[in-house]
C-alpha cells in the first residue's frame, strides 16, 4: 500500500513523504542560535545545548499526532479503501490539527492518537491541494461520547520562517513508518529552495534533519520550540534532502481554511518567468519586475490584453520582483490573494513602452476533477479539470475520461485506455459525470440483452470506435 509520487527536481526523485507510502525531510529554526553557536566553546557547551533541544522539544513534542486515514483510491480502475497513514500536530488549544492534504485527501474515516495514549476520532476541516495542507478539528474518543464540556488541548505555536538562516538547528517530528512518533535532529539546508511545478504558492525549507515514510504533516521546530515548517516531501535516494512548507505560506492558508472551509485562489492566468533564468540560459534587462512566459487561453490575462514577454511591474501600485525563480512563488502569491471579480491596474513595461492595463482575476475553483467508479466496466473516470488535466483540456473543457482500467476487467478487454475522453456511450452522448453515470447505469441494467456496447472515444485528439463485452462480472472471479 505504498502509493509513490514522483518529481524530477534537481537531478533527483522528490517524492510526498507522509501516508505511510511515501518520503520527506524537513527544517526549521531561527535566530536561536546564541546557544546553538556555543556548542564546543565552553567546558559546558555540550549540555547547553542539549538543554537546548530538550527545551524546545517539550514544547511541541506532545502536540504531535499519528494519524490514521480510511481513504478511497479511484486509480486501480474500481473504488478501493486503503488505509493510510501520517502525522500532524495541534495547533489550537479548542484541538485543530495541521497536517498535509495528502494525508487526508479522499478520506472517509480519519483517527487520531495523541501522546497520551488517547486515541480520537477528527473531522477535515478544510484542505488544500495548491499548498498541500489541510485542518482537522478531534472530535471524541473513539466508541465514546463528545465531552459535554470543551476539552482544552496542549498545542504548539509557530515561528517565523522569514528569518531563517542556513545552519541552524532543526528538528522533525511525526510518525515515520506508523511507530506513532519520533523525532530527529538537523539542520537548515537551504531557506528558500524552488522544486519545479511543485512550488507554484510556496518555496520550500529544505532539510537534512532524518525522515521517513509516514513523516508528511508532522512539525518541524526551531530550537524556540515553535513550529516553522510542515513536512512534506523528501528524496528517494541520494542523501539526507527533505522538504517543507514554511509557516509563513501556512498561516494564511490555514485563517482562510477556518473560515471557509478552504483557501479561494484567484486565477489570472498569468505564466511568469524570472528576470534571470539561469536554468533555460535566459536574461531580461532590469533588476525590477516578473516576465510574462505565456497567457492561458480564455484566461482574465489573455482578455486583459498582456502578451508574453511584458514586464509586470506593478499590482494595484505594488511593486513586484522575481529575479530568480526562488522569488516567483512570492509573485504567484501575490497573484492568487488578489480580490476576484474586481479590476486590478497592472504597471507593465511593452519593451520600452510603458503601459497600464486592467486585470479581473476570477475564483480558480477545484483543481481536481470528480471520480466515479464504474462497476462492471471495470474502470473509473473523473471529469476534466483545467488544471489538473490541461493536455485533456485543450481538447475538451468540459468532459469526462477514463481515470483507472482495473485488470483484468472488461475495459482493458476492449482497448480503453487511460486518459480517453469518453464522448458517447451506444446513442447517449456523455459531457458531464451526470451523463456519464445514466449511460453506465443503462448498460449495466441491459447487459443480458445486450452485453456489447459502442464506446466513442477522443484519443490524443482522434475519434475512435470501441466495442466493450460487459457480459463478464470480474468481481467474481
Not at 133 to 139: F, G, I, R, T
Not at 274 to 303: H, M, Q
Request: glycine share 10%.
Amino acid at each position: 500500500m505504498h502509493r509513490i509520487y514522483h518529481w524530477a527536481a534537481v537531478g533527483a526523485l522528490v517524492v510526498l513523504a507522509g501516508c505511510k507510502e511515501i518520503q520527506m525531510r524537513d527544517d526549521g529554526g531561527s535566530e536561536r542560535s546564541a546557544g546553538v553557536r556555543a556548542l564546543g566553546s565552553t567546558p559546558g557547551a555540550n549540555e547547553d545545548f542539549r538543554q537546548i533541544i530538550n527545551a524546545a522539544k517539550a514544547k511541541v513534542f506532545p502536540a504531535v499526532v499519528f494519524i490514521k486515514c480510511v481513504s478511497q483510491d479511484y486509480g486501480v480502475g474500481e473504488k478501493v479503501s486503503r488505509e493510510v497513514s501520517g502525522s500532524g500536530v495541534i495547533i489550537s488549544a479548542k484541538g485543530e490539527v495541521l497536517t498535509n492534504w495528502h494525508v487526508v485527501d479522499k478520506a472517509v474515516e480519519v483517527r487520531c492518537l495523541l501522546i497520551d495514549g488517547r486515541a480520537m476520532e477528527a473531522k477535515v476541516l478544510g484542505s488544500d491541494k495548491d499548498t498541500d495542507l489541510a485542518l482537522l478539528q478531534l472530535v471524541k474518543p473513539l466508541g465514546g461520547e463528545a465531552p459535554k464540556v470543551a476539552e482544552v488541548f496542549q498545542f504548539a505555536k509557530f515561528g517565523d520562517s522569514s528569518k531563517l538562516h542556513e545552519g541552524e538547528f532543526v528538528m522533525a517530528m511525526g510518525a515515520p513508518w506508523g511507530l506513532s512518533r519520533s523525532v530527529s535532529l538537523g539542520i537548515i539546508s537551504c531557506t528558500k529552495r524552488y522544486l519545479p511545478e511543485t512550488s507554484e504558492y510556496s518555496i520550500w525549507l529544505q532539510t537534512d534533519a532524518a525522515i521517513s515514510p509516514g513523516n508528511s504533516g508532522g512539525p518541524l521546530v526551531n530550537s524556540s520550540g515553535e513550529v516553522i515548517g510542515v513536512n512534506t516531501r523528501g528524496i528517494m535516494a541520494g542523501g539526507d534532502m527533505g522538504f517543507a512548507v514554511p509557516s509563513e505560506t501556512i498561516q494564511p492558508v490555514i485563517e482562510q481554511i477556518r473560515f471557509g472551509g478552504k483557501v479561494s485562489w484567484s486565477w489570472t492566468g498569468l505564466q511568469l518567468q524570472p528576470l534571470k533564468d539561469f536554468n533555460r540560459n535566459v536574461y531580461f534587462e532590469g533588476n525590477d519586475g516578473v516576465i510574462v512566459a505565456e497567457t492561458d487561453p480564455e484566461s482574465p490575462a489573455r482578455r486583459a490584453g498582456i502578451q508574453p514577454r511584458d514586464r509586470i511591474l506593478k499590482i494595484n501600485d505594488v511593486a513586484v520582483a522575481a529575479i530568480t525563480d526562488e522569488d516567483l512563488p512570492d509573485a504567484r502569491r501575490m497573484l492568487g490573494l488578489l480580490p476576484k471579480n474586481a479590476p486590478v491596474k497592472l504597471d507593465i513595461l511593452r519593451g520600452t513602452t510603458p503601459m497600464k492595463l486592467d486585470l479581473t482575476p476570477r475564483e480558480k475553483g477545484q483543481v481536481e476533477g470528480e471520480s466515479f467508479a464504474c462497476a462492471r466496466w471495470d474502470l473509473t473516470v473523473r471529469t476534466i479539470n483545467q488544471f489538473d488535466n490541461p493536455d485533456l483540456y485543450f481538447h475538451r473543457k468540459v468532459g469526462v475520461f477514463v481515470y483507472g482500467i482495473k485488470y483484468p476487467g472488461n475495459a482493458s478487454s476492449s482497448g480503453l485506455q487511460q486518459e480517453d475522453i469518453i464522448m458517447q456511450v451506444e446513442s447517449m452522448p456523455v459531457k458531464t459525470l451526470d451523463d456519464l453515470k445514466k449511460a453506465h447505469e443503462a448498460t449495466v441494467a441491459n447487459h443480458l440483452d445486450k452485453p456489447r456496447i459502442m464506446v466513442r472515444v477522443l484519443r490524443d485528439g482522434k475519434m475512435r470506435q470501441v466495442v466493450m463485452d460487459i457480459s463478464r462480472d470480474h468481481t467474481k472471479d
